[in-house]
């Protein structure tokens, strides 16, 4: 059995736990304004990277000679709200989600979870099947509203302290609380199906979607 792909997932997830921890004690301890503000922009580093790995050379190179001189500019003015730009990663992040799911609900599209099970599921694919992942992606979407709106209420209102605590732990907590409460939902209202983990489902997704960019 090929190691690399549980190796990356176990990277990629000390990357998920590790920095939103990371940040929150720089957040709340304000003793390194500078590491805190590098720690916050790192996520910027995702546009050029995928650029590159898309083959976009030219825009990847022009995607961080921008990054970078934004940074120089406004340095200065970024050193002083790092807790600012966290705020807008964050927020923006939970926006951008609520818009990849709700944008697929928009008719003529297909809703992003029915996508998934269809391609799973094959010709075992239901109406009610259709019905019950177009009612999940509804709920995916709503729940990263609701992140988003907490997010800028705590922002305003509440210390800083209790607000990172809620975007780099609690936030962590609720989405696996998501997974688990999605999941439970689906065996109730899909009883008659055969039921895959998340991770045997994302991995059977991956193989059919493969085999069918193979074919085309």
């Known amino acids: 059995m090929n190691p690399k792909p549980w190796l990356n997932a ?3 997830a000390v990357a998920l736990v590790g920095y939103p921890i990371v940040m929150h004690l720089l957040l ?22 995928g650029l590159f790995k898309a083959g976009r050379l030219k ?9 970078a001189v934004l940074i120089v500019v406004f340095w200065n003015v970024l050193l002083h709200r790092q807790d600012w730009i966290y705020l807008m990663q964050n927020v923006g992040m939970q926006i951008l989600l609520a818009w990849v799911f709700g944008r697929t609900l928009v008719p003529p599209q297909e809703a992003l979870i029915t996508q998934f099970a269809r391609r799973i599921h094959g010709t075992e694919f239901t109406p009610a099947i259709a019905t019950y992942t177009r009612q999940a992606t509804w709920a995916w979407v709503l729940f990263f509203v609701a992140m988003a709106l907490i997010s800028i209420v705590l922002f305003a209102a509440a210390p800083l302290s209790v607000w990172s605590f809620f975007v780099n732990v609690l936030y962590l907590l609720l989405l696996v609380l998501m997974f688990v409460l999605e999941y439970a939902a689906r065996r109730y209202c899909l009883r008659n199906i055969e039921h895959l983990s998340i991770f045997k489902g994302v991995s059977l997704y991956m193989e059919k979607r493969t085999s069918a960019n193979g074919k085309s």
């Open 59 to 67: 825009l990847g190179l022009l995607s961080v000679a921008t990054i």
């Open 10 to 12: 176990i990277v990629l």
């Open 28 to 49: 709340t301890s304000q003793q390194w304004p500078a590491t805190t503000l590098l720690m916050a922009l790192l996520p910027m580093a995702v546009l050029p990277l």
